[in-house]
């Protein structure tokens, strides 16, 4: 009897131990069904809260960014036409110069002495041209008197003829004796001109950027002359060479008023103008840009050439008009919500706005555009509007 209770006491453990593992089971399926159905129902229980903007009026301004460099707006690099040896050097960086003032004087010995032998054979020549001119006038008096002789009869033709052919004889001499005399003269004028050129000047008022040269170097002369100095002209007035984008270049025009800001003044805009638009394009790395040229009032002297320039070009701009932020346009409410909203036609956009704490769709035209905001033309929004930029939660 006792074992008979053992056994039974046995299956009553075991009957209970699967009754709380299927029971276990069964509560977590039911938990995992009634989550699902939180999930579902949950966006439809919870309140929506909107991220709106009250609609104003304000400037609308477009512009165009383009990167470019500082530079004079005129920059001249001095060579030397001649060869020589540097003998002296009368201006160093930084320093202003005027149009004409001497900057380098080349080594002028063989210059002067050429200047000087040009000279001696420039007096040569006219010697030579006195010379056969003695002689012209001497066969011209033997020519007329030759022909008087003829005339008498106390001489023969054949004299007359030779007494013709000297005096031809000496128009050539004395002809070729001048044109010897004019390229003689043409030499001096090379060798003093040489001379004058042995002294470099300034070609106009400016700014000694860059110097090249010292005293005692050898200048050759050629096709690709060594530059000796880079002078900028007026740096209380520069220009900014900007590159402009292929996809902008047909909205920016001449005259349109800019703005760029340098690494060197982070905190400072400087203003500038369009002064001139490149028709040739440049190509780095497959983009396509156009040369833009900015004027700059740099009296205060803070613009250096060659730094660096990020500028805004303005290519539109109108005041005092009705805008919302760009945010406004892009949003659209979730599905679930099941908003109605008209259908726009072409050319119009859709904008919501918060009436009485419901979202309504307003159909609008815009206009002008920039980073943050549009022109809204058309379309029943007012000043004092709440658009809605996004959706929260509560």
Request: charged content about 25%; hydrophobic content about 45%; some cysteine.
């Amino acid at each position: 009897m006792k074992r008979n209770r053992d056994v039974r006491a046995v299956l009553a453990e075991g009957q209970r131990r699967r009754f709380g593992w299927r029971g276990v089971a069964v509560l977590l399926a039911g938990l995992a069904v009634a989550g699902a159905g939180y999930l579902v129902l949950w966006p439809r229980s919870v309140a929506v809260s909107y991220v709106t903007h009250t609609v104003a009026r304000a400037d609308v301004v477009t512009t165009v960014i383009a990167t470019g460099s500082v530079q004079p707006t005129n920059m001249v690099e001095i060579s030397s036409e001649l060869s020589g040896v540097v003998d002296r050097v009368l201006v160093d960086d930084n320093e202003t110069v005027t149009a004409g003032q001497v900057l380098v004087h080349l080594d002028t010995s063989k210059l002067t002495a050429a200047v000087d032998q040009a000279q001696a054979a420039v007096a040569a020549r006219e010697a030579a041209v006195a010379e056969a001119q003695a002689g012209l006038d001497e066969l011209a008096d033997t020519l007329e008197r030759t022909r008087s002789l003829l005339q008498s009869e106390t001489t023969t033709r054949e004299r007359l003829v030779a007494a013709q052919a000297a005096h031809d004889r000496g128009l050539a001499t004395l002809a070729r004796a001048r044109a010897d005399l004019e390229l003689a003269r043409a030499e001096l004028t090379v060798a003093q001109t040489n001379l004058q050129r042995a002294c470099i000047c300034s070609p106009i008022n400016g700014v000694v950027l860059e110097r090249n040269v010292e005293v005692g170097q050898i200048v050759a002369s050629s096709f690709q002359a060594p530059v000796l100095f880079t002078i900028a002209e007026d740096l209380s007035r520069m220009q900014l060479e900007a590159d402009v984008d292929e996809a902008d270049i047909g909205r920016v025009s001449e005259g349109d008023r800019a703005s760029f800001t340098v690494d060197a003044f982070e905190n400072r805009v400087f203003p500038a103008t369009i002064q001139e638009l490149g028709f040739m394009p440049q190509t780095v790395d497959g983009i396509v840009t156009y040369r833009a040229v900015l004027s700059i009032d740099n009296e205060e002297r803070l613009l250096r050439p060659g730094m660096t320039a990020t500028a805004e070009i303005v290519t539109n701009e109108v005041a005092d008009v009705l805008v919302v932020p760009n945010a406004a346009l892009r949003f659209v409410p979730p599905a679930e919500l099941e908003l109605p909203a008209p259908s726009p036609a072409e050319g119009e956009r859709t904008v919501w706005v918060l009436r009485e704490a419901v979202p309504v769709a307003i159909l609008v035209r815009t206009g002008a555009s920039d980073d943050d905001a549009t022109e809204i033309v058309a379309g029943d929004l007012a000043a004092g509007d709440r658009v809605i930029l996004d959706i929260g939660t509560e």
